[in-house]
């Protein structure tokens, strides 16, 4: 029940996704960056953030009620879906003559602000493994 409960937790459900979007969202602004000079090139982007809270009910309706669990056998709320990352091409925008549509300065602040958003998760993730671990050890709840 215990273990049940740990593993169903949104801070190990939500943050390694959070954390899975950031590394792929990387490895996209990287390929921008590399493809800066390439005629016709596109750019992509990673689409999470708004799938994860279509999932969770944010920001469909604001009159929307809140969903409340009032029994342990009833199914978990906002943990059904499964919102992974998604990338999207952006090729309704033409920067440049050559049909390119990369923007350096915006793909190296985007860049910038990965890393931060990656290490905020990290960082959360981490105390939250560290509480349980002084949790179990310390034998407290």
Same mark, same amino acid.
Not at 48 to 73: C, M, Q, S, W, Y
């Given at each position: 029940?215990?273990?049940?409960?740990?593993?169903s937790?949104?801070s190990?459900n939500?943050l390694?996704?959070?954390?899975?979007? *950031?590394?792929? #969202?990387? /490895?996209?602004?990287?390929n921008?960056?590399?493809? %800066?000079?390439?005629? =016709?090139?596109?750019?992509?982007?990673?689409?999470?953030?708004?799938l994860?809270?279509?999932?969770l009910g944010?920001?469909?309706?604001?009159?929307?009620?809140?969903?409340?669990?009032?029994?342990?056998?009833?199914?978990?709320?906002?943990?059904?879906?499964? *919102?992974?990352p #998604?990338? /999207?091409?952006?090729?309704?925008?033409t920067?440049? %003559?050559?049909?390119? =549509?990369?923007?350096?300065?915006?793909?190296?602040?985007?860049?910038?602000?990965n890393?931060?958003?990656?290490?905020?998760?990290?960082?959360?993730?981490n105390?939250?493994?560290q509480?349980?671990?002084?949790?179990?050890?310390?034998?407290?709840?």
């Amino acid at each position: 029940m215990i273990l049940d409960q740990i593993m169903s937790s949104p801070s190990l459900n939500y943050l390694p996704r959070g954390m899975a979007a *950031a590394s792929l #969202r990387h /490895e996209v602004i990287s390929n921008n960056i590399a493809n %800066v000079n390439t005629p =016709n090139f596109k750019r992509s982007a990673v689409n999470f953030e708004d799938l994860l809270a279509k999932e969770l009910g944010i920001g469909d309706n604001p009159n929307k009620l809140p969903i409340v669990r009032t029994h342990d056998r009833h199914l978990p709320v906002g943990q059904i879906g499964g *919102a992974m990352p #998604r990338i /999207e091409e952006d090729d309704s925008t033409t920067m440049r %003559v050559d049909n390119n =549509n990369v923007d350096i300065d915006i793909e190296m602040a985007g860049l910038a602000k990965n890393q931060l958003y990656y290490n905020s998760m990290a960082t959360e993730l981490n105390g939250y493994i560290q509480r349980l671990k002084n949790t179990i050890t310390s034998g407290q709840s």
